[in-house]
Structure formats: C-alpha cells, structure tokens
C-alpha cells in the first residue's frame, strides 16, 4: 500500500490550496481516509475523514468550516479544499488509511503516506 500527498506548498493568508492523495495497493472503497496535521513543535492532528461508505469527518478544532474533503473512487484519490487559510494552518499535511470504519486517531490508521508541506505566510 502506498499513499502519495501533493499540493502543499507557499500561500498568503486567506488564500486557498487543495490536497491531493492517491492511494494504491488497496481497495479505496474498503477504506476510510484521513487528513491529520502536525505543526513545529507540536503532536500530529486530525483534520478530516472520508469515511469508508462515503461520509465525512471533521475536527472540531482544525480547519473546521473552512475545509472540505471528498474523494474520487475512480482515481483512488482523496481531496482536502483548505479555504482562508491562516498562518495557524501552517504544518506538515498527511493523509492515512484505514480499513473499515476509524476514528479520528491516529492510532486507528495503518497506512500513512509522507507528507506535504503547507506554509501560510502573514
């Protein structure tokens, strides 16, 4: 299994970027995929869910209200739409497997896939 995250990168605060993961090696539609963060310094986060049967998850704290994960079967591929992004924002971005239903911890994900880097400037 493999899980490959792209679209970080440098954005101005309020401005916008979409995550992408591609997942192989599994059966996108057994899964719940995640989105967990983790800023300098700081433990890794939860962020968001596409839950297995086609659900969603969302933090209480991070991002919530202003992104927005969806996914593609078809391409394997989940999605994380960040809107009004803030300089708190700022972190590395992973996206994580789990087979069936999960929580949002990070404990009840078996595959992580490497990061990518959002930076947003003030």
């Known amino acids: 299994v493999q899980l490959q995250a792209s679209g970080g990168g440098l954005v101005q605060a309020g401005g916008s970027l979409r995550l992408s993961c591609v997942a192989s090696?599994?059966?996108?539609?057994?899964?719940?995929m995640a989105w967990f963060r983790q800023a300098p310094g700081k433990e890794r986060e939860f962020v968001a869910q596409?839950?297995?049967?086609?659900?969603?998850?969302y933090s209480a704290d991070s991002g919530k209200g202003r992104f927005i994960v969806s996914g593609d079967n078809a391409k394997k591929t989940v999605y994380l739409r960040m809107d009004s992004l803030t300089p708190e924002d700022t972190a590395d971005y992973y996206c994580?497997?789990?087979?069936?239903?999960?929580?949002?911890?990070?404990?009840?994900?078996?595959?992580w896939g490497p990061g990518t880097q959002v930076t947003v400037s003030s």
């Open positions: 994580a497997a789990a087979k069936g239903w999960a929580t949002p911890d990070a404990e009840s994900y078996t595959y």
């Open positions: 090696g599994l059966t996108f539609d057994d899964y719940s």
């Open positions: 596409l839950t297995w049967n086609g659900g969603t998850m």
